[in-house]
């Protein structure tokens, strides 16, 4: 089953992607699922370096010890096909109406779903001041912060919705419901 819509999310680091995007899921039910375009990555390097999977995909330690790594290697296969994790992903979607892609980076991921779901897309970026995302664990690393997979859409002007997720941030029930409206447009 094709979606009905399809949210794409993104964000710096530390910006509460996973967190709205959970809230989300929790308040829509068995309407949607989350996508995530790091899936197919994270489960790759689990599988090679013999690592639990939950832990890569969890906000934790592990992730940040092979993050360098899992980008230099999902660049590279990138090259070859752009939008091969993002396929990887949708493949495995359960068919609910209403999709949340939890971690768009670049433009070749908002590239590859206009050309498979056109109208069907919606973008949502999230924004935090450095200090909020300080505080939530953020550290500036070389190599990861200041490449394309952090800032690739940073000149994007194309979004629905851009939300404050920092100091000056709505209750997160407002935040929902502005995400919400999209849905229903």
Known sequence: MNPTIVLLFSGKRKCGKDFITDHLQAKLGDKCEIIKISLPIKSYWAKEMNLNLNELLSDGALKENYRLEMINWSDK???????????????????????????????????WFKENYGNKIKTIRLIAD?????????????GVDDVASECGLDNYSGWDLVIENGRNRDSIEKQLEKIISLISV
Not at 80 to 109: H, M, Q
Not at 130 to 142: L, P, V, W
Request: hydrophobic share 25%; charged share 40%.
């Open 77 to 111: 296969m990138r090259e070859k096909d752009y939008g091969c994790f993002c396929k990887v992903a949708c493949e495995n979607a359960k068919g609910k109406p209403i999709w949340i892609v939890s971690d768009v980076r670049r433009g070749t991921d908002i590239q």
């Open 130 to 142: 450095e200090d909020t995302r300080r505080e939530r664990g953020y550290k500036f690393k070389s």
